[in-house]
């Protein structure tokens, strides 16, 4: 790893009267943890104060609703109430013991990207336009008494933050919320006072700002807003400089600017397939019209966030997932231990995905600890034992990693010549480069760790070590399915597994792959985006990538439309002939897809022999983990490595 000085990023900066010590700032994150009667919950506060103690310079919460009314989304308190007062001054004292400061972001809710409301009652917006989730739903147009009645509300949510000792506030009028429907001519409509020009639009926006400096004078104010929306028809930045100079008009102190819209998913939660940095080309606009400082997020990692500040682009870079995957960043680069770092995968599956998919509160797929600080501490033992760990993937790793930090003897085998097993071999293409930093940063770990890693070495449930072991953590890896379709088992059908492992195995450029799960998409855009082939996909379900996150998926299949990948949905593989593949279509029609290659990704299962045998023979201190336990993603295999390495007993 490149060797640079990151002490750019560890110079102070001033935002109105408010000096942070250092450059990097947390993103504001939706955490889905706060108490129904709008209090901070002892596991956020702990998450955020981790955090502190990491190093970064400046923390921003989740955005915080000013009332019940409009609160929709995830879980992040409510300042209509006292009551969450003295949990929100607990949070601002324990990230100010560590020197840090603290904003809470403030938002009037969500607009036409809510849902109807208990009564049925639909979104409210700036204008009756349709509402983003069900366009048959059209959105309330809010009053203009409405309005004052919101602008209102910021004054006691003012004051709130000023009581609770946040050092700023943030007006969240991001990605298309509603204050950002205000602002935009695609969504607002309106002939009064709040529409029409730049001045009008930007009104609401105005007003809010100028309540909180009438409430709370002094105290800094910051204003998050996507300058490109990313979609046809929304905002440009033509459009969003008129907006800027309108918004520094009326006194925000700095602005915290990036790209999206819920039209563009992918770019308020961008997946791997954006690429590092990818809304720092928004800097450039924001510079040509700001007098005050600039903020900038969207997948910065180290590396990035110090280019962007060395570069002057922006003044702070915001960072999110990779400090939830890494609290100590900061303090790393600082002390000179970039290789220490843990990466973020920019996977969605474990932050955003579990709040959305599963409704409960953020996690990490590389960082179990993620929520539960105060209760998944990594202690040294008094008692060490020998921990004997099976397979170095992803979960083996883990294991193998939290339970040297514990203090045990570990010795890890691995049959490979390498660790990282399944999850490292598909990780070919730059848009998985995290994913290969992943395991990186595993060797250097174990390294440090004086773990005994034995690659090259197969172990069976005989093995004289096993017995002597007082714990044996154990994962077995996939295989791929070959389903019995006539002409799969060919010697010249690969899987994609193997062609991960060797792209020399694609002959011509018409490659038509078998199975459209996030394997197979991964791998067929792999193959179109980095080695230029016309690509296939064969899917027999209603969409591609069902087993991915729904962010991630939307944005691979954009990106392979516009590689011109033939992606065939609700088509079933009937046989594999000389001149192809030939299929079914959804209306029972046959068709044979000409292919110099067929590649075959209809999914994986575990590879369980050498497991059942060490658990039949050492069934109470042997434990299954990975995809040996439940078949999943890297996620999934690091929390089971790491499960298993805490239930040792202490």
């Known amino acids: 790893m490149e060797k640079r000085d990151y002490s750019p990023l560890f110079t102070p900066f001033k935002i109105g009267s408010m000096e942070v010590k250092n450059r990097i700032v947390l993103s504001p994150m939706g955490h889905n943890a706060s108490l129904p009667y709008g209090a901070k919950a002892e596991s956020e506060i702990a998450y955020y104060e981790e955090r502190a103690r990491g190093g970064v310079g400046l923390i921003m919460t989740g955005?915080?609703?000013?009332?019940?009314?409009?609160?929709?989304?995830?879980?992040?308190?409510?300042?209509?109430?006292?009551?969450?007062?003295?949990?929100?001054?607990?949070?601002?004292?324990?990230?100010?013991?560590?020197?840090?400061?603290?904003?809470?972001?403030?938002?009037?809710?969500?607009?036409?990207?809510?849902?109807?409301?208990?009564?049925?009652?639909?979104?409210?917006?700036?204008?009756?336009?349709?509402?983003?989730?069900?366009?048959?739903?059209?959105?309330?147009?809010?009053?203009?008494?409405?309005?004052?009645?919101?602008?209102?509300?910021?004054?006691?949510?003012?004051?709130?933050?000023?009581?609770?000792?946040?050092?700023?506030?943030?007006?969240?009028?991001?990605?298309?919320?509603?204050?950002?429907?205000?602002?935009?001519?695609?969504?607002?409509?309106?002939?009064?006072?709040?529409?029409?020009?730049?001045?009008?639009?930007?009104?609401?926006?105005?007003?809010?700002?100028?309540?909180?400096?009438?409430?709370?004078?002094?105290?800094?104010?910051?204003?998050?807003?996507?300058?490109?929306?990313?979609?046809?028809?929304?905002?440009?930045?033509?459009?969003?400089?008129?907006?800027?100079?309108?918004?520094?008009?009326?006194?925000?102190?700095?602005?915290?600017?990036?790209?999206?819209?819920?039209?563009?998913?992918?770019?308020?939660?961008p997946p791997s397939y954006q690429g590092p940095a990818c809304m720092q080309y928004v800097c450039d606009t924001a510079r040509e019209v700001l007098d005050v400082p600039v903020l900038n997020g969207g997948t910065h990692d180290p590396d990035t966030a110090l280019d962007l500040i060395t570069s002057g682009k922006a003044d702070f870079a915001v960072i999110g997932r990779a400090l939830i995957a890494d609290p100590e960043l900061p303090l790393k680069l600082m002390e000179g231990r970039r290789e220490d770092v843990r990466p973020c995968l920019r996977c969605n599956e474990d932050c955003i995905g579990r709040i959305w998919n599963r409704r409960t509160r953020m996690g990490c797929s590389v960082n179990t600890r993620v929520g539960e600080e105060e209760h998944f501490k990594i202690e040294k033992t008094c008692c060490p034992k020998n921990v004997v760990v099976i397979g170095a993937g992803p979960a083996g790793c883990e294991a193998a990693r939290v339970a040297a930090l514990e203090g045990h003897k570990v010795t890890l085998f691995e049959k490979e010549g390498r660790i990282g097993g399944t999850a490292r071999t598909i990780a070919t293409s730059s848009f998985k480069n995290y994913i290969r930093a992943l395991f990186d940063w595993y060797e250097v770990q174990l390294d440090k760790l004086g773990i005994d890693l034995r690659l090259n070495t197969e172990i069976s449930a005989d093995d004289p070590i096993l017995a002597e072991a007082d714990h044996i953590f154990v994962t077995g890896g996939t295989e791929p399915v070959v389903p019995p379709i006539p002409g799969l088992d060919r010697e010249d059908i690969y899987s994609m597994l193997e062609i991960h492992k060797d792209h020399s195995l694609v002959k011509g450029d018409k490659i038509v792959v078998c199975g459209g799960g996030e394997s197979g998409c991964d791998g067929g855009y792999e193959l179109a985006l980095d080695y230029g082939k016309q690509v296939t996909i064969v899917e027999m379900a209603d969409i591609l990538a069902q087993d991915a996150m729904f962010i991630n998926r939307d944005c691979i299949v954009a990106k392979m439309g516009k590689l011109g990948v033939r992606m065939m949905t609700k088509t079933k593989v009937l046989e594999i002939k000389d001149e192809g593949v030939l299929v079914q279509k959804e209306d029972g029609s046959t068709e044979i897809l000409e292919a110099d290659c067929v590649i075959n990704a209809l999914g994986?299962?575990?590879?369980?022999?050498?497991?059942?045998?060490?658990?039949?023979?050492?069934?109470?201190?042997?434990?299954?983990?990975?995809?040996?336990?439940?078949?999943?993603?890297?996620?999934?295999?690091?929390?089971?490595?790491?499960f298993a390495a805490m239930s040792i007993d202490r």
């Open 63 to 269: 955005c915080t609703n000013i009332d019940k009314v409009t609160a929709q989304g995830s879980h992040e308190g409510l300042l209509d109430t006292d009551l969450g007062i003295p949990s929100f001054t607990s949070l601002c004292e324990r990230v100010h013991r560590w020197g840090a400061k603290i904003g809470l972001q403030v938002t009037p809710g969500t607009g036409r990207n809510g849902f109807p409301n208990e009564f049925g009652d639909p979104p409210i917006s700036a204008s009756a336009i349709p509402s983003f989730f069900n366009p048959d739903v059209i959105c309330r147009a809010l009053t203009v008494e409405e309005i004052h009645d919101i602008v209102e509300l910021f004054g006691p949510a003012a004051l709130v933050a000023r009581d609770a000792g946040f050092d700023c506030i943030e007006v969240h009028a991001h990605a298309g919320y509603l204050i950002d429907q205000f602002m935009s001519t695609c969504f607002n409509h309106r002939t009064d006072e709040y529409g029409g020009s730049a001045e009008n639009r930007t009104r609401f926006a105005r007003e809010i700002v100028a309540k909180i400096h009438e409430t709370v004078p002094g105290m800094p104010v910051l204003f998050r807003i996507a300058l490109d929306h990313g979609f046809e028809g929304g905002r440009t930045f033509e459009e969003s400089k008129e907006i800027l100079a309108w918004l520094q008009k009326a006194g925000i102190d700095a602005f915290d600017v990036d790209a999206g819209s819920y039209e563009r998913l992918d770019y308020i939660f």
């Open 604 to 642: 994986m299962r575990p590879k369980m022999d050498m497991v059942d045998a060490v658990k039949a023979k050492y069934p109470v201190k042997t434990v299954a983990m990975g995809d040996s336990a439940k078949m999943g993603k890297i996620g999934t295999a690091v929390r089971s490595g790491f």
